[in-house]
């Protein structure tokens, strides 16, 4: 299988790949949507509400324990506090096929975390101002037996993950020194509980940091999952198929360098991506078509 990878990696697609591309560029440019409310300068989240009223927004390690509400335009609708939780490094939030929404609390910047977890949360009204987390999953990694590893294999942060029929997906930023663009994708059964995560893939984008390492995903309904970096988005077709051995990754440049943190789709080839604000630029959320 380690060959097999080695060999994928190389040809850019996975073994068995569908006809694509390699790269493609977009027809349209990342256009400004709104920016951000000045109090949200950290986001590292979105999700949409069920009804694609509302954007659920999140912040990562030192900020506030609460999830934002705002509306299509951009405003702040409310602040939800949740209760029961601590954001000890909030990277990603999802929603599953029901609207149910989770929160990623596995930010592990220096891959030494052994608190990771998943929270699921009562969040279904947008004028609400509190919440608890209803159910709490746990987790380590399959393979990691050093906190931190050696720097040649920082792979086990992650900002990035989705839900797809009862199971959690999460891909990893890769820290390593030498970085190559690979990273390792991790299986998670949405449960209440404390496991260990499964690997099941090892995939590899092109270029420099800024290029592929991974700040955030998002699913649609074709099972296609999106990745996001500072300066482009990865569209992976068919991964779930034939135990991750059968894939596509398109690579489409954003033609704009920012630290984008949070990507969501708004329909099958529109996304909302969000960038942290850095003195005077950023902190704006942007529409994206994938063509």
């Not at 705002?70 to 335009?73: I, S, W």
């Not at 850095?278 to 942007?286: F, L, P, Q």
């Given at each position: 299988m380690n060959i097999l990878s080695a060999i994928c990696s190389l040809l850019f697609i996975g073994c068995n790949p569908k006809k694509n591309d390699s790269e493609a560029k977009s027809q349209d440019d990342l256009k400004t949507e709104?920016?951000?409310p000045k109090k949200l300068r950290e986001v590292s989240g979105i999700a949409l509400s069920q009804d694609q009223k509302t954007i659920w927004a999140i912040e990562d390690a030192g900020n506030k324990n609460v999830v934002y509400g705002?509306?299509?335009?951009g405003e702040l609708i409310n602040d939800v506090l949740v209760e029961n939780a601590e954001n000890n490094d909030w990277e990603d939030i999802t929603k599953d096929a029901a609207g149910n929404i989770y929160i990623g609390d596995f930010g592990n910047n220096d891959n030494d975390r052994?608190?990771?977890s998943i929270l699921k949360l009562d969040l279904n009204n947008p004028s609400q101002t509190t919440t608890k987390v209803t159910q709490t999953t746990k987790f380590h990694y399959e393979g990691q037996t050093e906190f931190p590893p050696k720097k040649s294999n920082l792979l086990y942060d992650c900002e990035a993950f989705v839900e797809k029929d009862g199971s959690f997906y999460l891909f990893t930023k890769n820290?390593?020194?030498g970085f190559d663009g690979t990273f390792l994708v991790f299986q998670i059964p949405n449960q209440e509980g404390d496991f260990e995560a499964k690997l099941v893939g090892k995939l590899k984008l092109e270029g420099s940091f800024d290029d592929?390492?991974?700040t955030s995903a998002s699913i649609n309904s074709k099972n296609q999952v999106v990745l996001l970096t500072h300066k482009n988005v990865?569209?992976?077709s068919a991964l779930f198929e034939n135990n991750f051995k059968n894939y596509a990754i398109q690579k489409m440049s954003l033609n704009h360098n920012s630290q984008k943190e949070a990507v969501v789709?708004?329909?099958d080839k529109t996304l909302l991506i969000v960038d942290e604000?850095?003195?005077?630029?950023?902190?704006?959320?942007?529409?994206f078509s994938l063509k």
């Open positions: 709104f920016s951000l705002l509306n299509r335009k052994q608190n990771l820290r390593s020194k592929a390492a991974i990865f569209l992976v789709f708004v329909d604000k850095d003195k005077n630029e950023g902190g704006n959320v942007y529409r």
